[in-house]
């Protein structure tokens, strides 16, 4: 068990560009979850998949934001056109699907900002 | 308003002492609560899971006592150690939607001095 593994760990860029996070989960978990954090609140829910399907999005994911999990294995988040209030931790996390109390495991997160 | 609120904010112990962090939430109904340990700069870590059913988990020095008729669960944390510095998260799973859209806490930012 490897765990989550989220890269690159910081990213810095300017207003407008575009950034793209890459999560690769634990091997065996077919479930997929992004969540952002800022700082003193707790993660917030931004999407999840089961497999390679794209299950709910939050609203906080506006149409600048983008997921995908093309084999069921990694996933990427892409976020276009980057604001100020993008800056954020930005937080994957994986886990076993078919019954709800199995617990999820957080990668260390991308921590993003916005110059 | 948050559906889950933690209290207190921040707290300070000298090492050795116990603590308990409180969690109050109103998701309902609820798949599970969870608490989670995150260090700063990394991934929340998973300390405990509770079903509705269930009243007390321990693990390890860590003991999550769940009251569901109040809406209410504790985090007791024994004989403290300078590693136990972190932020606990309460974290309740909502029954809809498979219990997969976690509802987070802000947290109790916890510092254990010498």
């Known amino acids: 068990d490897t765990g989550v593994s989220q890269n690159p760990r910081h990213k810095i860029t300017k207003r407008g560009q575009n950034v793209t996070f890459r999560c690769d989960p634990i091997s065996e978990h077919n479930r997929l979850y992004w969540y952002r954090q800022t700082l003193g609140q707790g993660p917030e829910f931004l999407t999840y998949?089961?497999?390679?399907?794209?299950?709910?999005k939050s609203r906080l994911l506006s149409d600048r934001f983008s997921a995908e999990r093309p084999k069921g294995s990694f996933s990427t988040l892409e976020i276009q056109r980057t604001e100020q209030g993008d800056s954020a931790m930005y937080l994957c996390?994986?886990?076993?699907?078919?019954?709800?109390?199995?617990?999820?495991?957080f990668g260390d997160g991308t921590r993003l900002s916005i110059l | 308003k948050n559906q889950v609120e933690q209290s207190p904010q921040s707290l300070i112990i000298l090492e050795g002492k116990n603590c308990t962090l409180q969690c109050n939430y109103t998701v309902s109904p609820f798949s599970n609560l969870r608490w989670y340990k995150q260090d700063t700069g990394r991934g929340p870590v998973s300390l405990t899971i509770?079903?509705?059913?269930?009243n007390t988990k321990s693990n390890g020095r860590y003991t999550a006592t769940l009251d569901a008729d109040t809406k209410q669960s504790s985090l007791h944390i024994t004989a403290s150690q300078l590693s136990d510095s972190a932020s606990y998260i309460c974290v309740v799973s909502p029954l809809t939607g498979g219990g997969n859209k976690l509802t987070f806490g802000t947290g109790t930012q916890l510092k254990v001095e010498l």
């Open positions: 509770m079903t509705f059913s269930e």
């Open positions: 996390a994986s886990s076993l699907g078919g019954q709800p109390n199995q617990p999820q495991h």
């Open positions: 998949f089961q497999n390679e399907a794209q299950l709910e």
